[in-house]
């Protein structure tokens, strides 16, 4: 295309282009968007080590953006990184902002009204934690007790007594709060737990990897009880802009990296135990 348009010509192929797009997304074919532009743009948190944070140098990186980066190179595009609140994530009706959430997102019943979840990529157990002093020893002791969570988080939905999963093991509610400090991200919640029991909070639930690369990185934090429930988690898509081939191409891509070991490479790569040896906490098959 010649850079030598006239003010005039340059806005009617700026507005053809726009329109253009505009049609490909209500024909539902992200996929061939995807390709034509030569990127898969991921949304992802960026603060929840050691799934997806920023490093030091700035850049992405953890389990989910490694997964995220295999699809895209799968795909034959190039990958890009788009940190949006979880709760935008997973309201759906994402307008083009985004191509897929590669961000351990748990198929619901109420997020499966605005999202699709074409592939499970691993399984991983939730668990509660209190500070290394607090007095409650069991689980039945939160009951009453102020828990801090992640806000529009599977783990709020637990503590609200309303988590209905798709294809997820049979679990108990074990915990009734007294009150629910659902906050961005479950770092804030960390943080706030480690000033002291019951100053900011009583205790949190969030996943086992999250809470244990805490304790690894010295929080005073421990694990209370056993796991709480065990999620799936999945690659998401927005039905606002529903596009078989795009659902079926991430099926694909999902199932032939569990079948050659890159899920189980990259678990084995991003969750272990202290000494280095590999835990299994997170369960990519």
Request: glycine share 8%; aromatic share 10%; hydrophobic share 40%.
């Amino acid at each position: 295309m010649s850079i030598k348009l006239g003010f005039k010509k340059s806005s009617i192929a700026i507005t053809a282009l726009l329109l253009s797009i505009g049609m490909t997304a209500k024909a539902g074919v992200v996929y061939d968007y995807i390709k034509n532009n030569n990127e898969l743009m991921i949304a992802t948190d960026a603060n929840w080590a050691p799934f997806s944070y920023i490093n030091d140098a700035g850049e992405m990186e953890g389990f989910d953006v490694d997964v995220g980066r295999e699809i895209a190179k799968r795909m034959g595009v190039e990958a890009r990184f788009i940190t949006p609140d979880w709760g935008v994530i997973t309201a759906g009706n994402w307008n083009m902002r985004w191509d897929v959430s590669v961000g351990s997102m748990t198929p619901t019943e109420s997020r499966s009204e605005v999202l699709n979840f074409p592939a499970v990529y691993y399984y991983t157990p939730a668990a509660f934690a209190v500070h290394v002093d607090s007095p409650v020893t069991t689980l039945a002791g939160l009951n009453g007790k102020n828990i801090c969570t992640t806000a529009s988080s599977t783990w709020e939905m637990y503590l609200e007594g309303n988590l209905n999963m798709l294809n997820a093991p049979a679990f108990k509610y074990k915990v009734t709060p007294g009150t629910i400090t659902a906050l961005a991200d479950g770092h804030t919640c960390l943080d706030d737990t480690r000033l002291g029991p019951g100053v900011r909070n009583d205790g949190i639930i969030d996943s086992v990897p999250m809470i244990q690369g805490a304790i690894e990185d010295g929080y005073p934090i421990k694990f209370l009880g056993d796991p709480a429930f065990y999620e799936p988690l999945s690659i998401a898509t927005d039905k606002g802009n529903d596009d078989p081939e795009l659902d079926a191409e991430i099926a694909r891509i999902i199932t032939e990296m569990q079948k050659d070991y890159t899920l189980t490479t990259l678990s084995m790569k991003w969750f272990k135990n202290a000494d280095g040896s590999s835990n299994d906490y997170t369960i990519a098959y």
